[in-house]
């Protein structure tokens, strides 16, 4: 089995912060903001008039501190399929070639920051789990390609104009994360990566993806700790996503764990930052210094489509 390792982990944010009172009065809520606050959530980021996910992007991989010129392999990861292109709609209606609908945000991004030796990859179809889905793809190309050494996994959306931003009754922020699947001994070693999709829930209401959620994630997490053959009490820290804080308690009770062993402690300041949320959680868990070496820890989403995803690493 070849060791794979998660590090230098880069977030980004929407330039703009509202209040969630701020929210509610510019009409981007489904929710009251009252209901919202009893879920946790204080305020959120969104992307200014002059902003894109192509943008937070490059603040994620500027923030990462990445060695570029060191990166074989590039996985550009997006929940909404509209952020992994770049096209100007207006430029296509003139021309009526269809090359101006493919102007990729992964090319962008390797000419910009000089990853000349490295191919692309696009990965669009896993919602809010995709930055997993695309860590758990890098993991296994170091472990199927030996002449690849470090492949950055980079994630990042902005919800179009006039969207709500409020999912399943989470309020979500404009944000990006970027991370290194390497073969270089450290930040974190990789487990192991688990997906569950059903593709019959795909159109799925929010109540009908709030009801599947906890028999979903109960599962996913008994079958990913299964592959590598350790129990629920093995587990030093649980990183879920940035979603109803009361949600963890009732997993927690489920799962047989301590709720306390749960690292959310963004959702107030940022939201439900799309797929970011992991990224930034375990960066700032990992900046706490909290987590000792050796310790374990559990992180895990749940998107739409439906996918379910979850991912075991050690403190090295």
């Known amino acids: 089995m070849t060791d794979t390792y998660l590090q230098q982990l880069g977030t980004s944010l929407g330039s703009e912060l509202r209040t969630i009172r701020e929210a509610e009065k510019a009409?981007?809520?489904?929710?009251?903001?009252?209901?919202?606050?009893?879920?946790?959530?204080?305020?959120?980021?969104?992307?200014?008039?002059?902003?894109?996910?192509?943008?937070?992007?490059?603040?994620?991989?500027?923030?990462?501190?990445?060695?570029?010129?060191?990166?074989?392999?590039?996985i550009y990861a997006n929940c909404l399929p509209q952020n992994a292109n770049c096209h100007q709609h207006e430029v296509f209606e003139q021309s009526r070639d269809v090359k101006d609908l493919m102007v990729f945000p992964a090319s962008?991004?390797?000419?910009?920051?000089?990853?000349?030796?490295?191919?692309?990859?696009?990965?669009?179809?896993?919602?809010?789990?995709?930055?997993?889905?695309?860590?758990?793809?890098?993991?296994?190309?170091?472990?199927?390609?030996?002449?690849?050494?470090?492949?950055?996994?980079?994630?990042?959306?902005?919800?179009?104009?006039?969207?709500?931003?409020?999912?399943?009754?989470?309020?979500?922020?404009?944000?990006?994360?970027?991370?290194?699947?390497?073969?270089?001994?450290q930040g974190f070693r990789i487990l192991t990566v688990k997906h569950i999709t059903n593709g019959a829930q795909a159109c799925a209401s929010d109540d009908e993806t709030v009801g599947s959620y906890f028999s979903y994630i109960h599962q996913l997490i008994n079958e990913t700790l299964m592959q590598i053959n350790k129990p629920i009490d093995a587990i030093d820290w649980v990183i879920p996503q940035n979603t109803n804080a009361k949600a963890w308690s009732i997993l927690a009770a489920l799962l047989g764990i301590d709720e306390d062993k749960a690292w959310f402690e963004s959702l107030a300041h940022v939201g439900h930052v799309i797929s970011a949320d992991n990224i930034i959680n375990l960066s700032k868990l990992d900046d706490s210094g909290k987590i000792k070496k050796g310790q374990l820890i559990l992180l895990f989403m749940a998107g739409f489509g439906s996918n379910w995803q979850c991912m075991v690493v050690e403190k090295v």
């Open 27 to 74: 009409g981007v809520l489904v929710s009251s903001a009252q209901a919202l606050q009893a879920s946790g959530f204080e305020q959120h980021f969104v992307c200014s008039a002059d902003e894109n996910a192509y943008q937070l992007a490059c603040k994620a991989l500027q923030d990462s501190k990445i060695n570029t010129a060191d990166v074989d392999c590039i």
């Open 108 to 185: 962008k991004l390797q000419v910009k920051f000089g990853m000349e030796n490295a191919f692309v990859i696009g990965l669009t179809q896993q919602a809010c789990t995709c930055m997993l889905g695309s860590i758990r793809i890098a993991k296994n190309f170091l472990a199927a390609e030996e002449n690849i050494n470090n492949v950055l996994c980079i994630s990042a959306d902005n919800f179009p104009e006039n969207a709500y931003y409020e999912q399943a009754y989470n309020l979500i922020s404009d944000g990006g994360a970027a991370c290194l699947v390497s073969r270089k001994p």
